[in-house]
């Protein structure tokens, strides 16, 4: 349903576009977390031994300084059936690498780091994804239907309950854009995902045009993943008047040791398929 | 102590309303008195009047008028003089000799008549009504209305209620409305006692109600009379112009965003009456001028027309009509309105028994059409409503209200057809739902002795959900479950299905709901009121939004949803001074609803087939005081509206476990505001020119804003502080407006009118929302301020012939 989600969202910009403008607020200040980006990505075709998990701190809300990296912790995955671990090395950097990582689909890891006397633990499983059998570029999809889009086309599986993550992010653009799909009204259909990028008069941004590059992920995630990142999407850019109340959306990664102070992030295992794609001339 | 003769609160006032009715039914036998009756119009056009004041001079017997114009007075043998007053009408004097039982159908005419509603705002009605009990109404008359500036030149029916205290909405263009801090879906909005259940066109910048069409608008605070039932925060009462039973007449304005033509005049001879009104809007067509592909526009028709069969019976048939269409280029496609139809019969028994019979059809839906995926949405709720209402007039010291109702629900929360081969989208219907909500009500007004009058009665409401459908079952029962080790909400395990075939009933519920009010006057000038009032709702709108969008789905009560039960306390002291030039009214309140739902965190209510998974039951509180003080006489007048008060809600895990949402806290509604001031002012210059304006502060609607940030998949998140612990900036804004009636069409049956307002004159940007994100270029985390309007200007240009 990420077009009805849209439509309510192009309504707004376009009833309200004219009157938006940034001003200067004051936010409250909420408590310091760890923030845990532990998203072990295989890549179909590669082995996946080489993974880096990366921990961070929260700042406020306006903060400018990036310098946010937790160094001295320590960072292991486990795997459930044969207990294999992986240590993953303080690079000092706020990354942690493991080199021999064994990615198995459908095999449940666990995750344990134990940073300042804390102990915080997550569970998931690698899950498998499909393979695109197409990419093609278009115009009259989409909400603007001068605009180029790029499709991504796949066939989803027959069973039911699968779930997507799409990383979509053009050659020198600053930041990539998520959505999150799932096949509750679509399964087992050839489905024909388009991401194109809007008109936008209060930035620089431009849609696509020929010769530009897109780099594309699908990823496949697990229905908890799907419930949180999704969360986390829909509150991207801020959230206006015909959208949910926000929240802190909380992970997967619970403290052990004082559980009211969770950690931020994810422990994601995650299949992916990789693409990009240059338009050219219509 | 013995549990068996503890009766609970509810069944105690029971009891003794039961009572007083039977003492009031007693007192009023055995005296030798006459009756006179009929019914009280507009002399120019034959329109009925509802709330005109009967009295026989120099007594306190007597009454207002009902819905229909009709009036049953009872005295004891004598000489009186009848006396007959409305708001803006001469007064008139009849002499009687009340020595038999009597009709007296009286026609009374305004001070001024045509376009010159400006001045009407004086006598009885619109000053603090000291005897009756009635409290926490509004009673607003489209005279009072059609002088307040308005934004784009549209009457506003809504925005001008939302000048009174108590009465307040949910941000800048947004057409709802919020009473008493409760939420817009506990309001229920009635036009000739069909239910409305959007109120808005465009995405709510105008209501549907066209100003033309209307005669009379009451708003329910509080103290909501048994005859009503189904909402626990309010009831708004809009009623249709019969028609001009006199001449043929025609009616327009034409204005920047729309324009709208209204005919009426006698029909059947003179046996009736018919209105018909028209209202579209034009954006659209300037769009497709200027070569846009996208596209916005509502219509709305009103038609009403009544047939009088002789003296005792009369026919009503009235109907409403209105569409919205919303076009994205040629990708998205959408259009949604209420119908709704009433069929009336009006038969006096006789002069004592009034009743009235309706058959009322009402449905909301939309369509929304996805060219590019191939398919369609569409939702609607249609209801079917029986209602029969009697009054009796059984003495002067007591009146008697009873009747019954039933209303059949259907709902189509959604079904997803696609519209060719190749659509990716496969067909879904959702759960077609049915139900049956019944009432059964008695209410009393008892004048106990001359300076204290009661109003008392109770409703009994009965709602069965039927079935046609499945109904899920969880594991141990419960559809939401709390997972303690992450802290959150998430769907509980399906364990099945149970089939309810189409004559079983899932689930009923019942529900006594007394209420009661007392007016205690005390002295010629002031009265203090007092009341309670508890209401059942049965029926819940599904809305996750922080405002609610025409896309959103009602569900009735059942398995999982239980109804919503509110009380409502308030007390409230009136008075008229300087010779009842001004009026002032204070009052406060003090209202619960329990069993509101509440949503979980990431809750998916778009194709949700099953609801349940997606809520938390949970409650509401909200107090406040009321202050209104009126000018109600004189070249200039006007009122000045202050409102103190608080809105909350809190939701518990219950059975999910858990603490609840917002970790079991209360926190504040989206629609509190903690001050709101409103100054609305008319000021009559001459025949030819008169000026208005509006003045409103009110604090910042509570709202969520980020309290930190933290880098993952190379954005920037935000984590968000507690639920609504932050405030818009605060909001407010000054209008003024223009009326100049050209003096050449002063003595000619046609006459014109120019109105020019301006909306926002100091051009504030209020916020209607701020939202936070990052800069797409820059990374850096901003603030986005939405503000809808800056200054309007507006022209409108009114006719009538």
Redesign the interface.
């Known amino acids: 349903m990420k077009t009805l989600k849209k439509i309510i969202l192009a309504i707004t910009v376009i009833i309200f576009a004219a009157c938006e403008d940034v001003v200067d607020v004051e936010v409250q200040e909420g408590p310091k977390r760890l923030v845990v980006e532990a998203s072990l990505d295989w890549e179909k075709g590669t082995d996946g031994n080489v993974q880096t998990i990366r921990l961070r701190e929260s700042t406020p809300f306006f903060n400018t300084n990036a310098n946010t990296e937790v160094t001295g912790a320590s960072v292991v995955v486990t795997n459930d059936d044969n207990g294999a671990t992986y240590n993953f090395e303080d690079q000092g950097n706020g990354e942690y690498l493991t080199t021999n990582f064994e990615p198995v689909l459908g095999q449940t890891y666990s995750l344990r780091i134990e940073y300042n006397g804390e102990v915080y633990t997550a569970k998931e499983t690698m899950t498998p994804v499909t393979d695109i059998t197409n990419v093609f570029q278009d115009r009259k999809d989409g909400f603007d239907d001068e605009v180029l889009e790029v499709h991504v086309v796949f066939t989803d599986p027959e069973e039911e309950g699968n779930h997507y993550l799409f990383k979509f992010q053009r050659d020198g653009d600053l930041l990539p854009d998520l959505e999150e799909g799932k096949d509750e009204f679509l399964n087992g259909n050839e489905i024909d995902w388009w991401y194109e990028i809007e008109e936008d008069d209060n930035t620089e941004i431009e849609p696509f045009k020929p010769g530009d590059v897109v780099n594309i992920g699908m990823y496949g995630i697990s229905k908890s993943y799907y419930d949180y990142i999704k969360i986390l999407i829909s509150q991207l850019g801020g959230v206006g008047l015909f959208e949910s109340t926000p929240v802190d959306v909380k992970g997967n990664c619970i403290n052990t040791t004082n559980p009211e102070n969770y950690a931020f992030g994810y422990f994601r295992l995650s299949q992916v398929v990789k693409t990009s794609y240059t338009f050219v001339e219509d | 102590m013995n549990s068996k003769s503890q009766l609970n609160p509810i069944s105690k006032c029971t009891v003794w309303l039961l009572w007083s009715l039977f003492l009031g039914c007693m007192s009023a036998i055995g005296q030798t008195s006459h009756t006179i009756s009929g019914t009280i119009t507009d002399k120019s056009n034959g329109e009925t009047l509802f709330g005109a004041s009967v009295f026989l001079s120099g007594t306190t017997i007597g009454g207002v008028t009902n819905e229909y114009g009709f009036y049953s007075v009872t005295a004891p043998e004598g000489k009186y003089v009848l006396s007959i007053s409305y708001m803006g009408y001469n007064e008139v004097n009849i002499e009687i000799d009340l020595n038999h039982d009597m009709v007296h159908d009286v026609e009374i005419s305004e001070f001024s008549t045509a376009l010159e509603e400006v001045v009407v705002m004086a006598d009885e009605p619109e000053r603090a009504i000291l005897r009756k009990p009635e409290m926490s109404v509004v009673k607003m008359n489209i005279g009072t209305v059609k002088q307040m500036p308005v934004v784009l030149g549209e009457l506003d029916v809504l925005k001008s209620l939302q000048m009174l205290p108590g009465v307040t909405n949910n ?1 800048e ?2 057409g709802g409305f919020h009473v008493r801090g409760g939420a817009q879906d506990q309001n229920l909005v009635l036009l000739d006692e069909a239910i409305i259940y959007n109120t808005s066109h465009m ?1 709510r910048f105008f209501s549907v109600f066209n100003a033309d069409a209307i005669k009379d608008v009451k708003l329910y605070k509080g103290g909501i009379p048994a005859s009503f039932g189904g909402r626990v925060s309010s009831v708004l009462d809009i009623r249709q112009k019969d028609g001009n039973s006199k001449n043929f007449e025609l009616n327009g304005g034409i204005g920047v965003i729309s324009s709208r033509l209204t005919a009426e005049g006698p029909v059947f001879g003179d046996k009736g009456s018919f209105l018909i009104a028209g209202r579209r809007s034009y954006v659209d067509l300037l769009l497709k001028a200027a070569g846009d592909e ?1 596209s916005v526009s509502f219509y709305d028709l009103n038609l009403k027309t009544n047939y009088s069969i002789n003296r005792n019976n009369k026919l009503f048939l009235s109907g409403y009509f209105g569409r919205d269409a ?1 076009k ?5 496609d959408s259009s949604y309105g209420n119908s709704t139809g009433n069929l009336r019969w009006n038969h006096i028994f006789n002069d004592r028994l009034f009743s009235n019979l309706s058959a009322i059809l009402s449905r909301y839906d939309y369509d ?1 059409e ?1 060219a ?2 191939e398919f369609e ?1 569409l939702s609607s709720i249609t209801n079917y409503n029986l209602k029969y209402d009697f009054k009796y007039y059984l003495s002067d010291a007591f009146k008697l209200d009873f009747g019954a109702n039933g209303i059949y629900y259907d709902f189509n929360p959604g079904e ?1 057809n696609p519209t060719a081969e190749t659509s ?3 067909p ?1 219907k959702l759960d077609q739902k049915k139900a049956l909500e019944s009432g059964l009500y008695v209410s009393a007004e008892h004048k106990l002795s001359p300076k204290l009058t009661a109003q008392y009665g109770l409703r009994y409401s009965a709602f069965s959900r039927f079935g046609g459908q499945p109904i899920s079952t969880y594991a141990n029962n419960r559809p939401v479950v709390y997972n303690p ?4 909400y ?1 769907r509980g395990e399906a364990t099945g299905e149970t089939n309810f075939d189409k004559g079983d009933v899932i689930e009923t519920f019942g529900n006594i709901e007394p209420r009661v009010s007392l007016a205690y006057l005390l002295n010629e000038e002031s009265s203090i009121k007092a009341g309670y009032s508890r209401t059942a709702q049965y029926i819940h709108l599904l809305s ?4 609610v ?1 025409p ?1 959103d789905v009602w569900t009735p009560s059942g398995p999982f949803i239980k109804p919503q039960l509110s009380n409502q306390y308030a007390l409230g002291y009136f008075h008229n001074f300087k010779d009842m030039v001004y009026s002032l009214e204070v009052e406060t309140y003090y209202k619960t609803v329990d069993n509101r739902i509440d ?1 979980i ?3 998916d209510l ?2 949700q087939n099953t609801i349940e998974t997606e809520i938390l039951n949970g409650e509401m509180r909200a107090y406040g005081l009321e202050l209104l003080l009126r000018k109600n006489e004189g070249d200039f007048t006007g009122w000045i509206a202050y409102t103190l008060s608080k809105s909350e809600q809190r939701t518990l895990g219950g059975t999910a476990g858990g603490p609840g949402i917002n970790n079991g806290n209360w926190y504040n509604a ?1 629609f509190d505001r903690t001050h709101d001031i409103s100054l609305s002012g008319a000021y009559q210059l001459n025949d030819q020119w008169s000026f208005g304006t509006n003045l409103v502060f009110q604090t910042g609607r509570p709202v ?12 920037s ?5 507690p ?4 405030r818009l900036p605060a909001y407010h804004r000054m209008d003024v407006s223009i009326n100049y009636k050209p003096r050449k069409y002063q003595n000619k049956r046609f006459k014109g009118e120019w109105v020019f307002s301006v909306y926002n004159l100091y051009s504030r ?1 209020n ?24 200054i309007v200007p507006s022209l409108t240009y009114n006719f009538k012939f």
Do not use: C, H, M
């Not at chain 2, 996750?544 to 405002?547: E, G, M, R």
């Not at chain 2, 969520?704 to 933290?710: C, E, L, S, V």
């Open positions: 941000g263009g947004t995405f996208n919303f994205l280029g040629s990708s998205f929304l996805f590019q995926d949405w997803v990716p989208v496969n879904l080790e992450l802290g959150i998430e996750n939004t922080s405002s969008t896309l949503y965190d990431g809750s778009i194709g989206s969520t804003y980020p309290n930190g940030q933290y880098v993952y998949e190379d954005l998140i935000a984590s968000y502080a639920r609504n612990s932050d940007k916020a209607a929302s701020i939202s936070f994100g990052q800069n797409l270029e820059t990374g850096a985390n901003e603030a986005t301020r939405t503000a809808i309007f800056g």
